[in-house]
């Protein structure tokens, strides 16, 4: 585990032993004295564009924006996201609210919109609330 002005990335083998992204965290420097982000979810660049999410881990933001394995990430609150340092810069400015535009298996677009809380004043960040909608491809 590694990190700078409050972020935490945690890397993991994978069977070619090339080391991928497992939890994408961030939050402002603003608000370094609460916790960091953390959505939870292992992701890979997509060849396609965005990143393409390879797990979800239940109990992290990620599982109750009901993203799923098969998804792929195309932005984080307007910023389109192609690769690991793009997926960090996008999360480090999400604050109280984040707003994801996801490639579903379906084919289908969907905007996820959570509010962000943290209940007890700097403690770990929880989604508050999540509000999907079936939107058009991001251009």
Request: no cysteine.
């Given at each position: 585990m590694f990190g700078n002005r409050g972020h935490r990335i945690w890397l993991a083998p994978t069977l070619a032993a090339v080391a991928v992204l497992v939890v994408l965290v961030g939050q402002s420097a603003a608000a370094s004295a609460d916790q960091p982000l953390v959505l939870g979810i292992r992701a890979t660049p997509n060849s396609g564009g965005g990143m393409l999410v390879n797990e979800v881990f239940y109990g992290y933001p990620a599982a109750d924006m009901q993203l799923t394995a098969g998804d792929v990430i195309l932005t984080v609150n307007g910023q389109f996201v192609n690769s690991?340092?793009?997926?960090?810069?996008?999360?480090?400015?999400?604050?109280?609210?984040?707003?994801?535009?996801?490639?579903?298996?379906?084919?289908?677009?969907?905007?996820?919109?959570?509010?962000?809380?943290?209940?007890?004043?700097?403690g770990k960040p929880v989604i508050k609330h999540v509000h999907r909608k079936v939107v058009r491809r991001p251009h």
């Open positions: 690991h340092d793009d997926m960090r810069v996008a999360v480090d400015n999400i604050g109280d609210h984040a707003t994801l535009v996801v490639a579903k298996q379906d084919g289908t677009f969907v905007q996820v919109d959570a509010d962000v809380s943290r209940p007890y004043g700097n």
